[in-house]
């Protein structure tokens, strides 16, 4: 309890290695809040900083937590090629506006193994001409990867931007065969 006598938020957050380096899980009660890419030590400091300044409290590491134990089961078997669709509940509380309403279309409306332009996805929530809003809101998607904002690409063809980096939006786009893999 708080000193005002409320449930603090309770983060747990635990990392797992995938094909595309260390991912950083973060799960409150409602469900998946935060995945980071390339979860090395500092990385992951900044980001239970950011979780704490966020949602309050200490985030606390528990990779044996339940809130946990399905997110961890379903990306290693997206990892695997086994899952195609994650069925997690999440917790949009670090993203609203706007943001939230493109991510939760994108979610819903872009399946594996194909993509969608940043423009197409504007119109899609009503905002023709949204492009480069919907660029901003990939770029502050808090849950990268089971919100895929790896599928969003521009409208020429070209890969586009990616917080996790050009390399790790291939792999994932590979991954799911949109792409062919790397060469190297």
Request: with cysteine.
């Amino acid at each position: 309890m708080d000193s005002d006598g409320q449930d603090e938020q309770r983060v747990v957050w635990a990392v797992v290695g995938t094909d595309i380096g260390p991912l950083m899980l973060a799960a409150t009660r409602d469900g998946l809040v935060n995945v980071v890419f390339h979860a090395t030590d500092a990385v992951r400091d900044r980001a239970v900083e950011r979780l704490a300044a966020r949602l309050g409290g200490t985030p606390v590491e528990d990779p044996d937590s339940p809130l946990l134990a399905e997110a961890i089961h379903q990306l290693r078997a997206y990892f695997a090629g086994e899952r195609h669709d994650f069925d997690l509940p999440l917790d949009w509380s670090l993203i609203s506006g706007f943001n939230r309403q493109v991510l939760r279309e994108l979610a819903s409306g872009v399946p594996y193994g194909t993509v969608v332009g940043y423009g197409d996805l504007a119109g899609r929530v009503g905002q023709p001409g949204g492009a480069q809003a919907v660029g901003v809101a990939m770029g502050a998607n808090p849950l990268p990867v089971v919100v895929p904002c790896h599928r969003v690409v521009e409208s020429d063809g070209g890969i586009g931007g990616f917080g996790g980096g050009l390399e790790t939006k291939r792999k994932l786009l590979a991954l799911e065969g949109v792409l062919p893999e790397p060469l190297f």
